[in-house]
């Protein structure tokens, strides 16, 4: 009897160990059951009382006085300070209230610190950060802000602000991303804010494709890549409108020029594999053509008010909690409202009393590869300018969560980091596969820069001079400003430190060994690409070509396609008394160039096709009169974009896919130009298969209804919204915490440019007068937590294509109307 009792006894203190420890620990992907459903400090802490407008009050050290921040109906805050330090040190305060696990993964991210919360699993993607010299371009940043007195005030008490808000966290309040992968946050350091600008930097690169553009002038030899990669498109629109005077000094400089490119082909298997979450926002992501982003400016002669009018929607990779955070900052000195980086001080886009700015990216060729030859396998010195010189190591030690940490050695040469040496570059991790072995990186971002007080400058500009003054500290990423103020000037300026190259240099791999090879100047800042005041009374940008081919620089040779940047100023071109509800609708187009441009060939060479059955015939006559607008109950747009996307692969796959060598296709503009003026190109043809561009054209939309079938079922099915599946998803990926699918229209290429999780991150119209009036959305909410009201209550808004009225306040009165709580921070 006793020994049964001793038995019962073992066995229920071993299930109870087991509990306890399944329930304390954190098996895979699973948060320890016992701390996430604890009620007083698990997930269910995190639920926000809906009518909660309790007014709140902190005791803070380190202030210099006390700051009152008002939140409005939509959850922004409105922060009133007595001097500058205070202003951001409230900043960063109320920022990570909102968004801390955010601004936390998206350091470690940057940093390659990723395994010390989610295990082994991102040790490769880690790596890849340090290799590619995200901290040392951080590092380089930071030092070079830190001289100046404003910068280092400003980027100090934002970080004191963070850590304020950290200390008085219990875990009980720790936000639930931390509760479900069991950590907790850390101290905030200045640095933190500079690997996030360096995060938008690698975002805002575009990718490189040197090596898949080496492999192609290996193959096919440089008439073929001249002709199907050529410097300049055939349709253009350029930022700055053509027939612009370069009123530039006599002496341009110019880059020194090597006689020819280093052509070698070089093999890759694994040019299809994805490993980890957020993949588009490395630096070396595939180039897109299909980019968004749209800004514009247009004149007082030609608005409703008599006063300039400024739209900016940026468009990028959509997540939960919301890439932006919308604020307004008030002292003595500024006035500000717009967006910002949650992490990063200042307002990134907005409006003051004065003046209205925004931005799209640039797309500027801003790296380089150089091959390395080592003089041997312990990589202590490499081959330039036929000397042998030393490099330097940096030692990165990556820590996994539950395992020892890594050690892997990092070494740098004049150029930059060799990103992957010999038997370094995994051959599973799919990230990779656009970097070629033994090849440093030269990249703008890693050079020392204040971007900082760039927007420090224009958070507080009042006129046009302000503005100019402003970009002068702006080095990456590249990108299009545009300005407009109250005294009636509009400006854009393609801005950021261009190198001083020609075309070779950013368009095939470079040798290392060759001094001519190596850019080490810049395009003078005050030559770089703006218009002011242009005669036709607007300016615009799309991520199209800054300039024509008068411009004495090389920026790249190759940008976003023209279609939404040609859409946007023939519809500019047409107002004559602008209003709100014009740029609205403007923002929201959904009209498509493209299909303006091939689609009635397209049709006629099918019309001819009397092989077509009755799915097809259907669709045929649909697209016949198709309106060309890609809205999202149109079946035609799901037909024509399926069948566009199946004859480009079809034309191209068999001449530039390849399981051995990395490749690319050609661009849509000389597809276009293909399809439309060179019908008897050997190009439609495959390996197998003698084909004729009208048989491509049949067989692809056949291919293509097939597939809409397949997918989508009855005819019925396939309206546009269902088959794009735009969404929100969670930065992480949790599941249950992105949207639901939204119907929406727009495609890649139209104004309104949308894909599945891709889109205006924040749409923004400002109406310059005595006193500004603006109009915005995001495509969330402020809070990044799920069980907050502003989690998500924006996406409603910006799905419908709507814009809330921004709140800007003169004064910190408790009692204005929108407002509905104050949070006060006393010294």
């Known amino acids: 009897m006793q020994g049964t009792r001793l038995v019962k006894l073992v066995v229920f203190i071993a299930i109870t160990g087991g509990l306890a420890f399944l329930f304390n620990s954190k098996i895979g992907d699973i948060p320890p059951l016992g701390k996430f459903l604890n009620p007083f400090t698990g997930f269910w802490q995190n639920a926000e009382d809906v009518e909660d407008i309790t007014n709140q009050s902190f005791i803070k050290s380190g202030l210099q006085d006390s700051v009152r921040i008002l939140i409005d109906e939509q959850g922004v805050p409105h922060i009133f300070a007595e001097n500058e330090h205070d202003l951001y040190f409230a900043q960063g305060y109320i920022t990570a209230k909102d968004r801390l696990w955010q601004m936390d993964f998206q350091t470690r991210y940057a940093a390659g610190r990723l395994s010390e919360v989610v295990g082994k699993k991102a040790l490769e993607l880690d790596r890849y950060q340090r290799r590619m010299g995200m901290v040392y371009g951080a590092e380089a940043m930071l030092k070079e802000s830190l001289k100046d007195p404003q910068s280092k005030l400003i980027i100090e008490a934002y970080s004191e602000g963070i850590n304020a808000y950290i200390e008085d966290l219990s875990p009980r309040d720790y936000p639930i991303e931390f509760k479900i992968l069991n950590y907790k946050p850390e101290e905030w350091t200045p640095l933190n804010s500079a690997l996030l600008l360096k995060l938008m930097s690698a975002t805002l690169a575009r990718g490189t494709n040197e ?146 700015w925004g931005v799209t990216n640039v797309g500027s060729d801003v790296l380089d590869w150089y091959k390395i030859q080592f003089k041997d396998d312990t990589h202590q010195e490499y081959l330039y300018n036929d000397k042998w010189e030393k490099t330097s190591q940096r030692v990165e030690e990556i820590k996994i969560r539950g395992e020892k940490s890594v050690l892997d050695t990092v070494y740098y040469t004049l150029q930059g980091p060799v990103s992957y040496a010999k038997n370094q570059k995994p051959a599973d991790f799919g990230m990779a596969n656009n970097i070629p072995v033994d090849y440093a990186l030269k990249w703008v971002a890693h050079l020392p820069s204040n971007e900082l007080r760039t927007f420090y400058e224009l958070n507080k500009a009042k006129d046009y001079e302000g503005y100019r003054k402003a970009l002068v500290y702006f080095s990456a990423p590249a990108q299009n400003f545009v300005f407009a103020d109250r005294q009636g000037d509009i400006s854009i300026t393609s801005n950021g430190l261009f190198p001083l190259k020609e075309k070779r240099q950013g368009k095939f791999l470079l040798d290392g060994n060759d001094t001519t090879d190596l850019w080490v100047n810049r395009i003078p800042a005050e030559e770089n690409p703006t218009v002011k005041n242009p005669e036709r009374g607007y300016v615009s940008s ?34 004559h008394a602008a209003d709100l509800k014009s740029f609205e609708a403007l923002q929201t187009d959904n009209y498509s160039i493209l299909a303006e441009n091939v689609l009635d060939t397209l049709v006629h060479i099918l019309q001819t096709d009397k092989g077509l059955n009755d799915t097809e015939s259907k669709a045929l006559a649909l697209l016949a009169k198709w309106d060309r607008f890609y809205e999202a109950n149109s079946i035609a747009a799901s037909v024509f974009d399926t069948w566009y996307n199946t004859l480009n692969r079809m034309i191209w796959i068999d001449d530039f896919a390849s399981d051995e060598e990395l490749m690319r296709y050609p661009s849509r503009d000389r597809t276009v130009h293909l399809l439309l003026y060179e019908p008897t190109s050997p190009w439609f043809s495959n390996d197998s298969t003698k084909l004729t561009r009208d048989e491509v054209v049949s067989a692809s939309f056949k291919d293509a209804i097939k597939q809409l079938g397949k997918s989508y079922g009855e005819f019925g099915n396939w309206e546009w919204g269902s088959v794009k599946k735009t969404h929100v998803p969670h930065l992480a990926d949790i599941g249950g915490f992105g949207s639901k699918v939204l119907k929406v229209g727009g495609s890649k290429h139209t104004v309104n440019a949308m894909s599945e999780s891709n889109g205006p991150s924040w749409r923004m119209i400002v109406l310059l007068g005595e006193k500004p009036k603006a109009f915005g959305v995001i495509p969330g909410g402020q809070s990044g937590n799920p069980g907050s009201k502003f989690y998500d209550n924006q996406i409603a808004t910006w799905e419908k294509g709507e814009l809330n009225e921004l709140l800007f306040l003169e004064n910190s009165d408790l009692n204005q109307q929108g407002i509905i709580k104050q949070i006060e921070l006393k010294k």
């Open 542 to 575: 799309a991520n199209q070509w800054p300039v024509d081919q008068s411009y004495p620089y090389y920026l790249g040779w190759e940008f976003g396609s023209y279609e939404r940047a040609h859409r946007i100023n023939t519809q500019l071109e047409t107002m």
């Open 211 to 356: 090596l898949a553009m080496n492999n192609i002038l290996a193959k096919y030899g440089e008439e073929v890549t001249n002709d199907l990669f050529p410097n300049y498109p055939f349709n253009e629109d350029p930022i700055v409108p053509i027939g612009t005077p370069w009123n530039f000094n006599k002496d341009t400089p110019k880059p020194l020029i090597s006689p020819s490119p280093l052509v070698s082909s070089i093999k890759n298997k694994d040019k299809d594999k994805q490993d980890f979450l957020l993949s588009s926002r490395l630096l070396t992501a595939s180039k897109e053509e299909n980019i968004g982003s749209n800004n514009w400016a247009i004149a007082g002669n030609r608005s409703s008010t008599g006063f300039p009018i400024l739209a900016n929607d940026p468009h990028l990779d959509l997540t939960l909690p919301s890439i932006w955070y919308q604020i307004q900052l008030h002292s003595p000195t500024v006035n500000v409202y717009g967006v910002s980086i949650p992490g990063a001080p200042n307002v990134i886009i907005g409006f003051n009393e004065n003046i209205a």
